[in-house]
């Protein structure tokens, strides 16, 4: 693993591991910027680093800062990410060049960005929250996230808690099947929805060890299929939201969506915010918690890797 690109740094941390063959595990920071009010972005995404430490792994939350792709950033730029909050800059691959020529601009890398910078700094396993997807209706917005493109065409893996409840989970499906991404569940035989455990889709393949998912990644990669892999961990029972609180808010967060004719990357972040507002911030907790267990899972398959 070396820095071949000019704009790619690594925190001391990251520079660390790279030199001894440690494993490490990336992770976004959208989840920083817009995913949580501060200050528990911050407070999260601290506590997630120190999981993958807890777990055997390094850390390396991924964002832009300086004209420079970072992998791996100190806790003040952190804290930096977490402050901004929603000015921060939302970055998929369409924006990278335009962040990446102004300097003065701090972008939060989304689930797209942070694989792309996770596979030029050679960081093979990115634990998130949940990945983005087809969005309800997109028959007619055509609203499908740029996550699924680039599990198409970037080898990373990503350890998550299924598709954001707020999408049309079945599309989202097809979606990746149709782009030769599998779809392994952690333990369980359905895709989970982010704040539930589960929903009627049946996941690829089930494993139930981090040494088997690192196993299927190797031989994925070794052949030369090119391409991530979503691993679904579904978020811990105790933490687990009801199905229908869940499906009432999400339905009068997209009514209220509809009616202020919010479209775009500005989707997500709304929803979000207004289920957190609906469900008393029991979301927020449910939230905090999945990415927590995915770091956990996260750090073990980087670890047998």
């Not at 599998?182 to 089930?206: E, L, S």
């Not at 500005?266 to 999945?290: M, W």
Request: aromatic share 4%.
């Amino acid at each position: 693993m070396t820095n071949t690109h000019a704009s790619l740094c690594f925190s001391d941390e990251v520079t660390h591991a790279v030199k001894n063959s440690q494993p490490i595990v990336a992770l976004e920071s959208t989840i920083i910027s817009h995913g949580m009010p501060w200050p528990q972005n911050v407070e999260t995404a601290l506590k997630v680093e120190a999981t993958v430490r807890e777990n055997g792994a390094v850390p390396a939350t991924i964002g832009i800062v300086n004209g420079q792709l970072c992998a791996g950033l100190t806790h003040k730029q952190i804290e930096a990410i977490g402050k901004a909050g929603p000015s921060a800059i939302k970055v998929s691959r369409r924006d990278l060049p335009f962040i990446l020529q102004d300097p003065s601009l701090v972008g939060a890398t989304t689930v797209a960005a942070t694989m792309i910078i996770a596979e030029m700094a050679g960081i093979k396993v990115f634990a998130t929250g949940g990945i983005g997807g087809v969005h309800r209706g997109a028959e007619h917005t055509m609203d499908i996230s740029a996550d699924l493109a680039e599990l198409g065409r970037t080898s990373v893996a990503v350890v998550c808690a299924g598709a954001k409840s707020i999408l049309d989970i079945g599309l989202t499906k097809e979606y990746l099947e149709t782009l030769g991404v599998p779809v392994i569940g952690y333990k369980t035989d359905v895709w989970p929805a982010f704040y539930t455990r589960t929903t009627a889709f049946p996941v690829d393949y089930t494993l139930h060890a981090p040494a088997e998912i690192a196993g299927v990644l190797r031989s994925k990669w070794a052949v030369g299929l090119e391409g991530g892999v979503v691993v679904c961990n579904p978020v811990p029972e105790a933490y687990a939201m009801d199905e229908a609180v869940m499906d009432s808010a999400i339905n009068a967060a997209l009514k209220e969506m509809a009616d202020l004719e919010i479209t775009g990357k500005e989707t997500t972040p709304f929803l979000l915010q207004r289920i957190a507002d609906i469900t008393g911030g029991d979301s927020l907790t449910t939230n905090i918690q999945l990415v927590i267990n995915n770091a956990i899972v996260a750090s073990g398959i980087a670890c047998n890797l």
